[in-house]
Structures are given as structure tokens and as C-alpha cells.
């Protein structure tokens, strides 16, 4: 019930932090089209107190914090279903939290750099930075996919580990093209559907109801310790696999889904703002006649 429930903390953030980069940049790009510049950080707008606006990087700290403590504490933990056993969860483990270490010192850098003048972080070198922390995150994820003894598990790690991937590489084009609107919009979409990944994850492997047919939950009888879902015949493991293929495929569609309505409901506020109000056009045909009165009066 724990490492569901964080999954589900961890598919909410991730889905928040890319919706709340989404509406932003979207609304960026629509005010200031010309101008447009891709940002590491949106504060609140609607808010005057200068601390309070930094509350999304506090949020995101705040959640990173919870990540770590608990990648922590599940590196503590033994884990005989892993191919090595324990030693390698805990190195895996050990991993994992160096990575969320590792954005959590980096949004304390861009909190600093937004608060005071001690530590100027240009905006390219912020999204360089985090490229190359999401390829590290591509890298554990796929290492651990790499030692599963599940494969429903080492499918969901291989999955994460391409969306990271993918994530990395959008940063590094916005890293040296950062007025490409369409990469930042991709980069926000991929955190959203990394979100979503991480509560099928959850969901496909400690949630029975969820489960698909002809697996069942790893148990390790001498301990006592429950891992994730294995298959234990080759066509429920290949009807498994393919079930969650085409979950992924229905986020895939979800997100573009959410990016087409955020644009669209973006648009039309901002269009809504700009044109609402606006002064009456001169009839052309009372111009027409104004003009003919005082040409014939110079006649």
C-alpha cells in the first residue's frame, strides 16, 4: 500500500508540474510571440508578495524531498526477488535517490538565482543541466529494468526509462534553440506523460483489479518479503506486455489531448483579453460621402 501510495503522489506531482509548465508556456508564447524565450521557472503572476510567487519551486522541493527520503528507506530495505538479491536493490536503490538528490540540488540552485544575486543560473545552462540529469534518470531507470525478475516491472522501468530520454533530449534542444516553442511544449507534454506512466506503473503492478490475467504478485516464501507482478506463462506474460503497450499508446493520445485543449483554452482567454474591448470602426460609406462633400467644396 506504500509504494502505491507513492506512485500516486509521484504521478500527481509529475502531472501538475507539467500541466502548470503547459498553461505558461502556452500563454508565454500567445502574449509575446515575438519575444517568446523558453523559462525554467514560471512564477505566479497573480500574486504581489515576492515569496509567494517562487511557490511552485517550493512545492517541486517539497516533493522531491519526499522522494528522496523514501528511495532512502526502500535502499534499507532487503529484496531477494531482484536478480542479485538485496545487494543490487540497494545499489539500484541507492541510485535512484542520488538522482532525485541531484534535481533537488538543482532546483535549490534555480531558488537561489531567482531570490538573490549570489548565483546568476542562465536559463541554458539550467535546461543543460537538467538534460543531463534526466539522461542520468534514463540511465538508473534502465539499469533497473535491466535486473527485474518481473517482466510486467521491467517493462514499466523500460518505458520511464525512454520517456526520460526523451525528456533529456527536448532539454538539450531548448538548451541551444531556446526560442523553439514546440520543444518546450514537448518537454511540459513528456513530464505529464511520465506522470501518468509512473500511476499505470502502480496501478498494473500492486492494484489486483489492475492486474492483468495470468499474473500474480511475487512472494518470496522464506522471507515473507511481496515484490511485484510476474507472469509465469509466456502467453500471459506477452498478453501482459501487450496490454500495457496499449496503455501507453491511450496516455500517449491523453496527452496530446490535454495539449490541444490547454492551447485552445489558452488561446481564446488571451484572445479574450486582447480583442475584448475594442472602438468602433468608421462607416465606409459616411467616409465616402465626407470625402465627396469636401472635394466638392474645394470645387
Not at 38 to 61: C, D, E, G, T, V
Not at 63 to 83: E, G, M, R, W
Not at 148 to 156: F, G, M, V
Not at 238 to 266: G, P, Q, S
Amino acid at each position: 500500500m506504500a509504494t502505491l501510495m507513492y506512485h500516486m503522489l509521484s504521478s500527481s506531482s509529475l502531472l501538475s508540474l507539467g500541466f502548470y509548465h503547459l498553461i505558461c508556456t502556452t500563454r508565454n508564447r500567445l502574449k509575446s510571440a515575438g519575444d517568446y524565450v523558453a523559462k525554467p521557472y514560471h512564477p505566479l503572476s497573480f500574486i504581489s508578495q515576492p515569496h509567494l510567487r517562487r511557490l511552485p519551486l517550493y512545492l517541486l522541493l517539497l516533493c522531491l524531498l519526499i522522494s528522496l527520503i523514501h528511495q532512502s528507506l526502500v535502499s534499507l530495505d532487503a529484496d531477494p526477488l531482484l536478480k542479485g538479491h538485496t545487494p543490487v536493490h540497494r545499489f539500484t536503490s541507492l541510485q535512484a535517490a542520488a538522482v532525485v538528490f541531484s534535481f533537488l540540488i538543482l532546483v535549490v540552485f534555480l531558488l537561489i538565482s531567482e531570490s538573490t544575486s549570489l548565483l546568476p543560473l542562465p536559463p541554458d545552462l539550467f535546461f543543460a543541466l537538467t538534460a543531463a540529469l534526466f539522461y542520468l534518470q534514463y540511465s538508473v531507470s534502465d539499469s533497473s529494468a535491466s535486473v527485474q525478475t518481473s517482466d510486467l516491472q521491467a517493462k514499466c522501468d523500460s518505458v520511464s526509462a525512454r520517456i526520460s530520454a526523451l525528456s533529456a533530449l527536448l532539454c538539450l534542444v531548448i538548451a541551444v534553440q531556446p526560442r523553439l516553442f514546440l520543444a518546450d511544449v514537448a518537454l511540459a507534454a513528456s513530464i505529464c506523460l511520465q506522470g501518468l506512466w509512473v500511476l499505470q506503473t502502480g496501478l498494473s503492478l500492486y492494484v489486483d483489479a489492475f492486474i492483468p490475467e495470468g499474473c500474480h504478485k511475487l512472494l518470496d516464501v522464506v522471507t515473507g518479503v511481496e515484490g511485484s507482478t510476474k507472469c509465469d506463462l509466456e502467453d500471459s506474460k506477452l498478453r501482459a506486455i501487450a496490454i500495457l503497450d496499449l496503455a501507453f499508446v491511450v496516455h500517449v493520445m491523453f496527452v496530446l489531448l490535454i495539449v490541444t485543449v490547454t492551447y485552445a483554452a489558452v488561446a481564446k482567454t488571451i484572445g479574450i483579453r486582447r480583442f475584448g474591448s475594442y472602438e468602433a470602426l468608421p462607416n465606409a460609406d459616411s467616409s465616402h460621402i465626407q470625402m465627396k462633400a469636401m472635394t466638392g467644396t474645394q470645387a
